[in-house]
């Protein structure tokens, strides 16, 4: 099945910038896939950050807009996201997940994603 691995987490300070990896196995064709990154701080609920569909359509969570840029790279594998502008509020552990989706359909709800990572800590220090 799809295994995935983030990696590229930190501590920062408040406006700093990390480039957060996700390297998805081998044998999938992540062309069809939605994927995304999602994170959960303590104590809240796990939120979507950004996903990118299997036409390359990109969508934001609106707190992260214009600060965060999520990209896909199918031959590598990988799903990036770029953080610039990073705020305490951004502190929580990140999660790469993917889900199959029909071409031209709409990311589904985060619950509907089967695939997960183990997380990568982010943590923005003022």
């Known amino acids: 099945q799809v295994q995935l691995v983030e990696s590229g987490g930190g501590s920062v300070q408040s406006g700093g910038s990390l480039r957060l990896s996700c390297a998805a196995s081998a044998g999938y064709t992540y062309s069809s896939y939605c994927m995304g990154w999602f994170r959960q701080a303590p104590g809240k609920e796990r939120e979507g950050v950004a996903t990118?569909?299997?036409?390359?359509?990109?969508s934001y969570e609106d707190s992260v807009k214009g600060r965060f840029t999520i990209s896909k790279d199918n031959a590598k594998n990988t799903l990036d996201l770029q953080i610039n502008t990073l705020k305490p509020d951004d502190t929580a552990m990140y999660y790469c997940?993917?889900?199959?989706?029909?071409?031209?359909?709409?990311?589904?709800?985060?619950?509907?994603?089967?695939?997960w990572g183990q997380g990568t800590q982010v943590t923005v220090s003022s």
């Open positions: 997940a993917a889900e199959s989706i029909p071409r031209g359909q709409a990311c589904p709800e985060p619950s509907e994603f089967a695939y």
């Open positions: 990118i569909d299997s036409d390359g359509s990109t």
